[in-house]
């Protein structure tokens, strides 16, 4: 009886198996579009491959593509999404107007074709964005459409697909000869990228709240563009609420001038987060940056004049909030070397690993910093969440005293020094990616 039994439950189930098998879907590609469509498949194996990209969502809005020289006053609306081809220069006398809203896309090249859009000396921009209609500067590759703030497919991982932004004035520099310079980024010998004058008050427009994604490709060995470049811009400039998103360099580089910013922020680049050169001498205020895990440049990388002219320029950062990597230590609070000259105060640093420093280095930078140099530099006031404020000073000068460093800053785990936080709530990708709490 036993063996009868299991001869037919045996039975039985060899039956069902046979059905389920042959009951199975044919599996294949079910996809009309794809170059492998298989009419007979019913159930999709995910095998589908296609000749064409699928069509995204800015496939279907309007654009135009703009390349070469801008030398009349232009226009970019929001009910078009603008590409950029190549390098696009608004030339002297030239001014171009961006409606808040607007999405601009770099398209994909390198070297000589990267694309990138540059103010030249004597142009103007007005991109002036709101908190609700910010204007995005991002990578064709980018699927965002205008009326979206986040990109429905990149991330902060995504950096290097094009070029950046660019603003050049005829305020004062400190080049290592002479009074001008061709900026760094663009191939010698470009027509309108020299920059530098002797206006301090230089008006170069607006550029107001504005999102720089996905930027810094790489033009040559070891160059790459900013996500925002600001050389000799004079203080007539009014600039704003801008946030520099995943960049393959710096963040926003400062080349002399004396232009005041107030509301950065710079997230997870792969360079330094803020960068001056030049004996750059305006404010900067309420500043924020996001430091990435495999960042490899620091938070501040503080340089002086470079030469001879123009060389008594103080730059002032004060009030910001920089939220370190614990897992990055090659990133460090603070450099300031070759001749840094200026203060930095009031900042709240929290989240880095443990071998972060602040670094002054250089004999002239030292000289600056103990009092006996011939420019001053201040670093004060600014709190750091550690164990203790001893130990994070460091400088390559012999004999260096800490205590200047110590006695005028301290520690803390919370922020107490007025940073407004909700200046980049509602018009970033970094809110609306999550990338601070």
């Given at each position: ?325 614990s897992s990055n230590a090659s990133c460090d609070f ?104």
């Amino acid at each position: 009886m036993k063996t009868k039994n299991l001869l037919l439950v045996t039975a039985i189930t060899l039956g069902v198996g046979s059905v389920l098998t042959s009951c199975s879907k044919k599996e294949g590609c079910t996809d009309i579009l794809a170059d492998n469509y298989n009419s007979e498949a019913e159930k999709d194996d995910g095998s589908c491959t296609y000749t064409d990209p699928l069509p995204t969502p800015d496939d279907n809005y309007p654009s135009i593509t703009v390349s070469g020289d801008i030398t009349s006053n232009t226009t970019w609306t929001k009910d078009k999404i603008v590409f950029l081809d190549g390098r696009v220069i608004v030339q002297s006398g030239a001014e171009l107007t961006i409606q808040a809203g607007t999405v601009i896309k770099g398209k994909a090249g390198s070297g000589s074709n990267a694309a990138v859009l540059i103010v030249g000396v004597g142009g103007k921009i007005h991109a002036s964005g709101t908190s609700t209609e910010p204007i995005v500067f991002t990578s064709a590759d980018d699927q965002i459409i205008p009326g979206q703030i986040a990109s429905p497919n990149l991330t902060v991982n995504n950096k290097g697909l094009w070029g950046g932004v660019i603003i050049l004035g005829d305020a004062p520099i400190s080049p290592s000869t002479g009074t001008t310079a061709e900026i760094e980024g663009i191939p010698a010998g470009t027509a309108g990228t020299t920059y530098g004058g002797n206006d301090v008050s230089d008006n170069s427009g607006e550029f107001q709240y504005c999102s720089v994604r996905h930027g810094g490709v790489i033009i040559g060995a070891g160059n790459e563009i900013n996500g925002l470049t600001l050389g000799g811009v004079g203080n007539g400039t009014t600039i704003d609420h801008v946030e520099i998103y995943a960049n393959l360099d710096d963040g926003i580089e400062f080349f002399g001038g004396s232009v005041n910013v107030s509301d950065a922020i710079v997230v997870k680049i792969d360079d330094d987060c803020y960068d001056i050169d030049q004996s750059y001498d305006g404010t900067i205020t309420n500043f924020m940056a996001i430091i990435g895990p495999n960042q490899s440049g620091d938070a501040f990388e503080i340089d002086g004049p470079e030469g001879s002219s123009n060389a008594t320029g103080l730059f002032n950062m004060d009030g910001g909030l920089i939220l370190g990597s614990s897992s990055n230590a090659s990133c460090d609070f603070m450099v300031f070397k070759s001749k840094a000259q200026g203060t930095l105060q009031n900042v709240y640093l929290t989240d880095f690993n443990a071998a972060a420093r602040v670094k002054v280095n250089g004999a002239d930078a030292y000289a600056n910093y103990d009092g006996t140099g011939v420019s001053s530099l201040t670093i004060t006031g600014n709190t750091f969440n550690v164990g203790a404020i001893t130990g994070i000073f460091d400088s390559d000068q012999a004999g260096f005293n800490e205590s200047f460093f110590t006695g005028a800053n301290s520690t803390a785990t919370g922020i107490t020094n007025g940073f407004n936080l909700s200046e980049f709530g509602q018009w970033t990708f970094a809110a609306h990616s999550g990338q601070y709490k």
